[in-house]
């Protein structure tokens, strides 16, 4: 089981690198949003919202407590990812990644 807590050794670098994957989600979602596919895409003070043109919609944050990011899916319900250091990016305790998981939900992939 990953432990994200364990893996920052401060809060700023949980910070620096949950927002940094949080940016990197909003450049990959952008598309989608210009084309016309997602109502709304908006991130600020680490939380991200999306909104599919069919209404559905889903919310990635930050949670500074456990040093995860969490997503709410209207299909998956509540996700909670942790840091892998060796693969570089936030996944599940069962290896799925963040990104593949929140493209594929929305239905981008």
């Known amino acids: 089981m990953l432990n994200s807590?364990?893996?920052f050794s401060s809060d700023t670098d949980f910070h620096s690198v949950?927002?940094?994957t949080l940016q990197e989600l909003?450049?990959?979602l952008q598309p989608a949003f210009d084309q016309g596919m997602l109502e709304e895409l908006d991130l600020e003070n680490g939380v991200m919202r999306i909104e599919h043109s069919d209404a559905r919609k889903w919310v990635v944050n930050r949670h500074e407590a456990s040093k995860q990011i969490?997503?709410?899916s209207p299909t998956l319900g509540g996700l909670h990812f942790s840091w892998n250091t060796q693969q570089q990016q936030w996944q599940l305790a069962d290896?799925?990644?963040l990104a593949e998981i929140l493209?594929?939900?929305i239905g981008l992939s």
């Open 103 to 105: 493209i594929s939900d």
């Open 18 to 20: 949950a927002t940094a």
């Open 95 to 97: 290896g799925r990644a």
């Open 5 to 7: 807590a364990a893996m």
């Open 26 to 28: 909003l450049t990959k």
């Open 70 to 72: 969490w997503l709410a």
